[in-house]
């Protein structure tokens, strides 16, 4: 599908944009100081940006603010050296080399309502594609789902590389009620287990996950398919972060509530849900 097509003219949009590239930004973890910039708003076009360590993160956190869209977010195995920096802030530390990138969606039409979700997400994967910034993601429609999914990185040679996305392992769990928390735990050991690679279960949001039970499993069947139903089965709009971290080769894998958005006459900005900032979007 779109991974091929991708991958085949990734070395040459790479090697224009690192020769563009003078060196990147700091990457941020909390809000990004300084002015973000933005392109000029337009009647038809929406404009979007992103920064710090996970720039494309940073600007579907924007989105899922504005318009309570429901999108998870995988990170893709940074193992290159040319993907990371060291960490200003804490010597020995790598922390992704992510710079700024900007791009535009159609607006919605009317305005009060919103835009066109999954053609936004791949003009804005799209976009962040094209940059020299770390990774390269797909789109991927689930049943009940939309996920930003990491299909390529840097390898050790510093080519870009195809990967099997993360949460396209198979598990196994029995099928029985259980908890949604332990349903995820299960996932992150086999997961652990099978690919030997560490898979923690870091932030949730505890009244739902820990108290709601719901009967889970399956045969070999994809790890993501089994947090979908997981996450589903709260009754409430879930999203999931899988974020790769260079220095433990490890994955953290977070739960956030989606935000919905309040009606555009009465909208105040909300705080981020997600370890990445949230740039600014132009209200309609």
């Known amino acids: 599908m779109n991974r091929i097509k991708n991958l085949a003219i990734m070395g040459v949009v790479l090697i224009g944009c690192v020769c563009a590239q003078t060196g990147p930004q700091t990457p941020k973890t909390s809000t990004p100081s300084g002015k ?3 392109l000029p708003q ?3 076009t929406i404009p979007i940006t992103g920064s710090g360590q996970r720039p494309l993160e940073q600007a579907l956190a924007a989105l899922r603010l504005k318009f309570g869209w429901t999108i998870n977010y995988e990170d893709p195995q940074y193992r290159s050296v040319k993907d990371t920096m060291d960490d200003p802030r804490s010597r020995g530390t790598l922390i992704l080399a992510g710079t700024q990138f900007s791009t535009e969606i159609p607006a919605p039409q009317p305005p009060a309502e919103a ?3 999954e053609k936004s997400l791949q003009l804005v994967v799209d976009s962040y594609n094209r940059s020299a910034n770390p990774g390269r993601f ?3 429609k689930g049943e009940t789902e939309v996920s930003i999914v990491g299909i390529a990185a840097r390898d050790d040679k510093d080519d870009v590389s195809l990967q099997k996305p993360f949460l396209d392992s198979p598990v196994t769990l029995p099928i029985k009620e259980r ?7 299960l996932v992150c050991k086999q997961l652990s287990d099978d690919t030997h690679t560490p898979v923690a279960l870091g932030v949730t949001p505890r009244a ?7 009967k889970i499993g399956g045969d070999k069947v994809p790890a993501r398919q089994i947090l ?3 996450l589903a089965a709260s009754g409430h709009p879930l999203y999931w972060q899988l974020l790769f971290d260079p220095n433990s080769k490890s994955y953290l894998l977070n739960i956030h509530s989606v935000h919905t958005p309040k009606p555009p006459a009465h909208e105040t900005p909300g705080k981020p849900p997600a370890t990445e900032a949230h740039p600014s979007v132009p209200k309609q």
């Open 36 to 38: 973000e910039v933005s």
């Open 42 to 44: 337009a009647d038809n």
């Open 115 to 117: 835009p066109p979700k």
């Open 138 to 140: 797909e789109v991927l």
């Open 179 to 185: 908890t949604i928390v332990d349903t995820v735990e």
């Open 208 to 214: 739902l996950v820990d108290h709601t039970n719901a």
């Open 228 to 230: 979908a139903q997981a």
